[in-house]
């Protein structure tokens, strides 16, 4: 075998070594499979797909309830014991940071996802509570049935912070 060859197999040899490694099932260090700003799978929060979109009356109706002071553009929904969850980002709407804005979780027996939603909106979580607090109109606790710690709460919360990430 001549140098030429010699050389020319080694050259290829290293090569696939090379390849194997930078595609083998085990990333080994060469790939990331957990990119920045993820968390560990047990405390990976869910992905928006499982959130449908409230209407516009709904989104109004969060308007209404938290006051001028305040703005949000739209609402997730998910259904849960007792009704539905709707979950929305609401922001002061003299700020200029978009890290002011506050995630709050309501809830309604009325269907949100329809276009003739006038149901009665309640506060589930704390940020909610707050946000309705200074408004003269103010909005009737959660019955029993919701809660800011149930699945379905938590559900569109995840979907809210999905939404606000993109």
Not at 37 to 53: H, L, N
Request: charged share 25%; aromatic share 4%.
């Amino acid at each position: 075998m001549t140098t030429r060859a010699k050389t020319t197999v080694t050259a290829f040899l290293g090569a696939a070594s090379l390849a194997l490694l930078l595609t083998a099932c085990d990333p080994g260090g060469a790939q990331n499979i957990d990119p920045v700003g993820k968390v560990p799978g047990s405390e990976e929060k869910t992905r928006s797909a499982e959130c449908a979109v409230a209407a516009s009356p709904a989104v109004d109706a969060i308007g209404t309830a938290v006051g001028p002071h305040d703005t949000t553009e739209f609402a997730n929904v998910t259904a849960g014991d007792g009704g539905w969850y709707l979950g929305a980002s609401i922001v002061p709407e003299d700020s200029k940071d978009a890290n002011d804005d506050e995630v709050t979780v309501w809830a309604t027996t009325e269907d949100p996802t329809k276009d003739d939603f006038d149901g009665t909106l309640y506060a589930v979580n704390e940020a909610a509570q707050d946000a309705t607090e200074d408004e003269s109109a103010s909005v009737p606790p959660a019955p029993s049935a919701f809660s800011a710690d149930s699945d379905a709460a938590q559900r569109v919360e995840s979907c809210v912070v999905e939404a606000a990430d993109r």
